[in-house]
C-alpha cells in the first residue's frame, strides 16, 4: 500500500508517454462501450415501460347475467382477497353501457337499438405492478374465471407478453453484445498495452534485476489499464448521454442510464481494462 | 575460508538447445571474497552469474547463494533473495528517462522505504561513486565511465552481501576502467563479495585477487587470492 502513490505516478507517466497507443485503446473501449450503452439503454427503457404498464396492469372481469346482487357483492369480496390484488372497482351493467358509449360515441345508436342493456357487470381488478412474470398473471386471471357468477376474465395478456419478450430479447442480445465487445476491448487493451509493455521491457528486466516482485511490476501496468478503461467507459456514456439528450429535443421519449447501470458498466470496462494489462504483462515478467 | 555467499557443486547447465553452458562446476566464494570470473566469451561466464541472479537454475548439482538453494526456490522467493545481490552490467542498464538519483533510488523504492529515506540513501552511495552533483543528470547526458559508476550505486544501494559485475568495464577507456576497478575493491573492503566477470587480463592482472577461470563450461584453472 505504501507504494500506491509509485504506482499511480508511474501509471499517469507511461499513459503520457503511450501517445496514440493509449488512445486507441481508450477509443477502442469507448467504441465498445457505446455499443454495449446502447443495448443497455435500450433494455431499461423497454423494461420501464413494461414496468409501467404493469404498475397500470388490470383485469376486467365480467359477471354472468343471472348474477344477483348479493352474488355479485360475493364475487368481490372473493377477488380481492386474491393475491397480488390491490384494488377492485365495481361496474354495474348501467355503468358499462356510459363507458360504451363514452368509448363509442358513434355507436351509441347501437345500444338503443337492442332495446335491453347487453353488457355485463363487472368488476375491474388492479393487480400490484410488480416482478411477477406474466404467467403468473395468467393463472391468476384463469383463478378469477373459477369463481361462481363469473363469467369471463379478460386482460392485456398478449401485448403484456409480446413487450416483456422483446424486453428478454433486448437483455439477452445485448449480454451477448456486451459480452463479445468486452472481449474484444480486453484484447485491445492485451495488444495496446503489450505493445506499450514491449517497448518497456528493459525497464522490467532491470525492475526485475533489482528485485522487483511481479506484483510491483505490473501493479503501474495494470493501474494504466484500468484508467484507460474508465476514460474509455466515461467518453462513452459522454457520447450516450448526448445521444439521449439529442433523440429528446426530438420528443422521442429515452431515459438515460441510471446510476447502478452506469456503475456496473464502467467497473466492467475498468476490470476489464485492468485485467487485460495484467495479462498483457505477464509474459514480460519471467526473467 | 568463512561460510561460502556462493556454492556451486557438480553444477552442470544445458540449455533448451543442447548447448552445455557450465558442465560439473564446483565452486566456493566467500563472504566479503573478491573474485574474478575469466575465459574467452561464450565460455560460460554470463550463465554462472545468471545462475546467482536465480535467471537460470541449474540442470544438474547444487547452487547455494547465500544460503538459499536456488534450485528449491520459489519464484516469489527469487525477488528477496535478488535485493541481496547488486549486479552491474556492461551495457549499464540504466533507465534513460529517469535522473541519475532516481534510477539509483530505484531498488529502494521496491524495497518500500520512504521518499526522503530513498533519497537519503541514493545519495549517499552516489557520492560513494562520486557523482553526488550529477544527481539531476540523465544517463545519456553521463560520460560512459560515469554512468557505470551509476550502475554500480544503484547495485550497492542495498548494501547487498554480494556484487556480481558482468564485463563492467567492457565499454570503458582503461583510465576509467581502472578507476571503476578501485571502487570494486573499496566496496569489497566494506564486506560484499564482489564476482567480476571479464575477459580483460591486463585488469585481472593488476587487482591481485582470485581468479576462476572457465573454458568450454569447465573451470580451467583457479589461482588462489
Known sequence: MKNVGF???EAFKNIGRGGILTAAAVLAITFAALIAGIFATAYYNLRT?????????YVDV???????EERAGAVGEHLRKLPGVVRVDYISREKAAEEFVGLFPEDSNLLDALGENPLPASYRVYLVGEEEASEEVATLVEEMKTVDGVDDAVYAQEWLSNLERAGRVVGVVGAAVG???GAAAILVVISTIGLAVYARRDTITIMKMVGATDGFVRAPFVVEGFLIGVFGGLLALA????????????????RFLPGTYVGAGLAVFALGGGLGSSVAVRRFLKV | MAAPMIKMLNVTKVFENGVVALDDVSVEIGKGELAFLTGPSGAGKSTFLKLITVEEKPTDGLVEVAGHDVGALRRRDIPYLRRRIGVVFQDFRLLSERTVLENVMLPLTILGLTPSEQRRRALQVLTVVGLAQRKDAKPLELSGGEQQRVAIARAIALDPAILLADEPTGNLDPDITWHVMKLFRVINARGTAVIIATHDYDVVKRMDARIIKILDGKVHRETAE
Do not use: M, N
Open chain 1, 239 to 254: 457520447a450516450l448521454y448526448g445521444g439521449v439528450q439529442f433523440l429528446q429535443t426530438y420528443d422521442v421519449v429515452v
Open chain 1, 7 to 9: 504506482f499511480l505516478r
Open chain 1, 179 to 181: 459480452v463479445v465487445l
Open chain 1, 49 to 57: 415501460i413494461y414496468e409501467e404498464v404493469r404498475s397500470e396492469l
Open chain 1, 62 to 68: 365480467y359477471l354472468k347475467y343471472e348474477v344477483d
